[in-house]
């Protein structure tokens, strides 16, 4: 019997260790059980049998015990390959939820770069995203319920923080405030977080509650009533910041018409006065009312969105317009920042041009000064060539800074410059012209700055010469401007050149009638002209007898003559000197078809000229 008992033991821990085990081995079990009571039944009624029959016996119970350790060993087998089946299954399922997830991981990864979520906006505080549905409802459909929700229980007037909690479920996790659902936190929204529902779920939670503690400060009595003494307070201040501010600048007003009659005086540049007293002092007025408004403006900029800010239903309204303000502000500020290393490069090339150009001027001044003498480069070329490479420079300097400038990578920028430079180039072709023009008779030098010439049908002083035009001072002290590319196109006589290389010849024209004698007329004409100041002696002057006509003969008288400037005084000058010669010498200056009958008339020489 005892061994009986210890065999069930033993059959009974089998099966403790393994609950899993096949129905088969518990059936056996049973059976084997079974057939040990009624063995055991027997023996308690059997008579004791003879020592035969105990042998008998004992020898039967060694078969039977044989036979019950071969089953064990059968059922021990049998339990190790239902192990193994068992956790050959639950591996296999493990692998299929991990390629599972693994699924779900991937769609979510690959949505979450192109899915917006969805705000759960409470008084226009964003307090968690949604990016998953639940059931029926869309994301946008769950935010919406949660933040009425929160609303509803906020304006319910029953908030207590310690009534959140979550509460677990088969498929999802529940968010309660007491016994009513705020909302529920699926798989899939723990997916979209990267986290597990429970930690989710707990997260949310404590953003709900703080939110609903806030709300409960927020809507309180004496939360109300502080609110509306600040918003007092402010408009108070503000009342009082405007007084003072205007108070102040009248006291400026009057500073500044008294400082008028007492200390100020007037602005000068130079010897021009830009604003008498009275002018400045209304310029110095109006500043003051300039910064006057600016300040005012300045402390409604700050109190204004202050005064909203008080009011959780506007504190959105204030942030924005607040933001409207600084944003500018900021984006200038930040803009000039940014811009430091471009300025301080512009100011660079700005400098080194400046210092280059001031160089090539030095030596400019010494070549058209004659003190610095280079090889065929004439003095008078010195200024306009130091004005090209100026231009040159500078254009240069023009090129290098554009890509630093602001905004010069802007399709706006860039059309703004294709449009100047296209009506630069469609209207620039006579200035071009002019230009090019100015630059050939520069270094063509057909005449210099002071020099006497003539130019079609204007004769005078050349003034300024420019690369577009070139100015006259007639006779007449009349200035005149002659395009450089009119210049290009017409006769150019230069009376000073020719003055200064080859001495000018004054010349004019005169007839006389036959009968006083050509050598005569020529020794008075020759007389005159040495005679005249401005005229040279040397080399002498002469005449030329021009035209045999058929009342008279016509002379002309040539002297030399070194002052071009002079040409139209020693003209004068000659022609008065002619009169008085001819008429000291009692040779009459009539016209050649003047019939002079001796019948008793006067001569026509000037009594006090008559010789005697």
């Avoid at 059936?27 to 009624?45: I, P």
């Avoid at 403006?297 to 204030?318: D, G, H, K, S, Y």
């Avoid at 500078?394 to 706006?412: H, K, R």
């Avoid at 009342?551 to 000659?574: G, V």
Wanted: aromatic share 10%; hydrophobic share 45%; charged share 25%.
């Amino acid at each position: 019997m005892g061994r009986f008992v210890f065999l069930m033991l033993l059959i009974v821990g089998l099966a403790a260790e393994s609950p899993r085990a096949d129905a088969q081995i518990i059936r056996k079990a049973g059976q084997f059980l079974q057939t040990a009571f009624d063995e055991s039944a027997t023996d308690s009624v059997t008579p004791a049998l003879a020592p035969a029959a105990e042998r008998e016996n004992s020898r039967a119970d060694s078969a039977t015990v044989e036979e019950l350790a071969m089953k064990i060993r059968e059922m021990q087998l049998n339990e190790v390959m239902l192990r193994s089946e068992l956790e050959s299954a639950r591996t296999r399922n493990q692998e299929e939820d991990s390629l599972r997830d693994a699924r779900r991981r991937h769609t979510v990864d690959s949505l979450r770069a192109v899915t917006p979520g969805v705000p759960v906006l409470v008084e226009n505080d964003t307090l968690f995203m949604l990016y998953a549905p639940f059931g029926a409802y869309s994301p946008e459909d769950r935010a919406t319920r949660i933040a009425d929700t929160i609303m509803k229980i906020a304006g319910a007037g029953r908030l207590s923080r310690d009534s959140v909690y979550t509460r677990e479920n088969e498929e999802y996790v529940d968010i309660m405030y007491g016994d009513r659902i705020l909302m529920s936190v699926t798989l899939q929204d723990a997916l979209w977080q990267n986290t597990s529902q429970k930690k989710l779920a707990e997260n949310y939670g404590r953003i709900i509650d703080a939110k609903i503690d806030y709300l409960r400060k927020e809507n309180s009595f004496w939360q109300i009533l502080r609110r509306a003494g600040l918003f007092v307070a402010v408009l108070v201040i503000q009342y009082l910041v405007f007084k003072l501010i205007n108070y102040l600048f009248r006291r400026l007003r009057r500073r500044i018409i008294r400082f008028k009659q007492q200390r100020l005086k007037p602005l000068y540049i130079r010897d021009y006065e830009l604003l008498n007293k009275r002018r400045l002092t209304r310029v110095l007025i109006l500043a003051s009312n300039l910064v006057r408004w600016m300040l005012l403006a300045t402390v409604l900029i700050f109190t204004v969105p202050i005064l909203f800010a008080i009011f959780p239903q506007t504190e959105n309204l204030a942030l924005r317009i607040f933001v409207y303000i600084l944003s500018p502000v900021r984006m200038v500020l930040k803009g000039i920042l940014n811009y430091i290393p471009n300025l301080f490069i512009i100011g660079v090339i700005w400098i080194c041009v400046r210092y280059i150009v001031r160089g090539i001027h030095y030596i400019a001044e010494e070549i058209h000064s004659e003190k610095l003498k280079i090889s065929g480069f004439y003095p008078d070329w010195a200024r306009p060539t130091f004005n090209i490479i100026r231009f040159m420079l500078y254009a240069f300097m023009i090129a290098m800074i554009y890509p630093y400038l602001p905004g010069s990578e802007s399709g706006v920028f860039q059309g703004i410059s294709v449009f100047v430079g296209l009506i630069v180039s469609l209207g620039s072709s006579t200035v071009i012209s002019n230009f090019i023009a100015g630059f050939v008779i520069t270094y063509m030098r057909p005449f210099r700055e002071g020099d006497f010439i003539k130019v079609k049908d204007t004769v005078g002083n050349v003034i300024e010469k420019t690369p577009f035009v070139t100015r006259l001072r007639t006779i007449k002290n009349e200035v005149v401007t002659i395009p450089n590319s009119f210049i290009m196109s017409s006769d150019t006589v230069n009376y000073s050149a020719s003055a200064r290389r080859y001495g000018l010849i004054v010349h004019t024209v005169m007839t006389m009638g036959y009968e006083v004698p050509w050598r005569k007329v020529h020794d008075l004409l020759i007389r005159a002209a040495l005679h005249t100041p401005g005229i040279l002696h040397e080399p002498q002057p002469f005449v030329l007898e021009l035209e045999l006509n058929d009342n008279y003969m016509s002379y002309q008288i040539n002297a030399y003559t070194d002052n071009a400037d002079e040409l139209p005084r020693l003209t004068s000058d000659l022609l008065q000197n002619i009169q008085d010669y001819f008429h000291d010498a009692g040779v009459e200056l009539v016209a050649p078809h003047y019939f002079a009958t001796r019948d008793g008339s006067a001569s026509r020489i000037p009594p006090d000229r008559r010789p005697r």
